[in-house]
């Protein structure tokens, strides 16, 4: 099993800045890919952003230039820093692991973008 612990999520006002992080433990494989997803009330889960062990990445559409995703393999942690937030990223964000074997998700933290 892999155990995802999330952290970093909080009320922000727009235009403010949060940055998320994501310690990961336990059967990592060597080759994987961990990310980003967020889930706002009565809507779809999304995918925000991934990041491969290699450091590869790929954003929604909806945040690109304004979130940036990046890793620590040494530390098995996977960070997001987000700026310039929009009362739309209002969700809450979930941390995934991936490989070719299995997948696994964290608790997930809560963001609140508002004045």
């Known amino acids: 099993q892999v155990q995802l612990v999330e952290s970093g999520g909080g009320l922000v006002q727009p235009g403010g800045s949060l940055r998320l992080s994501c310690a990961a433990s336990?059967?990592?494989?060597?080759?994987?890919?961990m990310g980003w997803y967020r889930q706002a009330p009565g809507k779809e889960r999304e995918l925000v952003a991934r990041i491969t062990s290699a450091g590869g990445t790929n954003y929604a559409d909806s945040v690109k230039g304004r979130f940036t995703i990046s890793r620590d393999n040494a530390k098995n942690t996977v960070f997001l820093q987000m700026n310039s937030l929009k009362p739309e990223d209002t969700a809450v964000y979930l941390c995934?692991?991936?490989?070719?074997?299995?997948?696994?998700w964290g608790q997930g933290t809560q963001v609140t973008v508002s004045s």
């Open positions: 336990g059967s990592m494989f060597r080759f994987n890919t």
């Open positions: 995934n692991y991936g490989d070719y074997a299995k997948m696994y």
